[in-house]
């Protein structure tokens, strides 16, 4: 692993530049922490929420929706359920949308409370960066006629509403001591990244 790689790599594959081997280190040990105090903080408020009821024209939009996706990975339903931990493809329909509505109601009272607020604008920027990772030409309005109401609340939900409540609350948490050998954990992970890279491997996310 170079420093020209790594040049070369995040040139090609990243949405910034990066020059040397250390400096990927860096970004993904970066990276590793932000993704941990985000699962955390979410997982924290999930686990002192309690559910009353669900809105149940969500929930039966997002079932019929996680129910549908089942098909895209052109494997039987029901295994592909199973290898999800649940039961059955009902159980997975149901399940998912229940955890993603847990997770979004915590989100709008958060929001509320706070006084956070999203845009159409906003809405249309997350729209337009998905249309062009898939290399959609049409316009934004076809877009979103044919999307269905089940993409645009997780477009709404979990990719402009979500992001911007988590970060205020990452603001808004107390950091305790890492243990050691957490510390040396992402360390490690970071280590592997960098590998993954240079064996080529390793393909980061872009827009939403």
């Known amino acids: 692993m170079t420093d020209e790689l790594v040049q070369q790599y995040s040139s090609e594959n990243m949405d910034e530049q990066i020059d040397t081997v250390e400096d990927l280190k860096e970004y993904y040990r970066a990276n590793l922490y932000d993704s941990y105090l985000e699962s955390a903080v979410m997982s924290a408020m999930e686990e002192k929420a309690n559910v009353v009821y669900y809105n149940e024209a969500d929930l039966e939009t ?7 996706t089942l098909s895209y990975y052109g494997m039987d339903a029901e295994a592909l ?22 997770q979004t109601m915590i989100i709008d009272k958060v929001a509320e409370e706070q006084g956070i607020e999203i845009t159409d604008e906003e809405i249309d920027e997350a729209l337009e960066s998905y249309m062009e990772s898939e290399g959609y030409t049409g316009t934004l309005d076809e877009f979103k006629a044919a999307s ?12 402009v509403k979500m992001p911007k409540v ?6 808004n948490v107390v950091i305790v001591e890492t243990p050691e050998e957490e510390t040396e954990e992402a360390a490690d992970a970071a280590e592997e990244s960098v590998e993954d890279v240079a064996d080529g491997e390793y393909q980061p996310e872009r827009g939403v």
């Open 166 to 171: 988590i970060e205020y609350l990452k603001g």
């Open 148 to 159: 269905g109401d089940a993409f645009m609340f997780l477009i709404r939900e979990t990719e």
């Open 81 to 102: 359920a199973q290898i999800y931990g649940y039961e059955s493809a009902a159980d997975y329909a149901d399940g998912e949308a229940k955890n993603l509505l847990k």
């Open 62 to 68: 997002m079932t019929a929706y996680n129910a549908s």
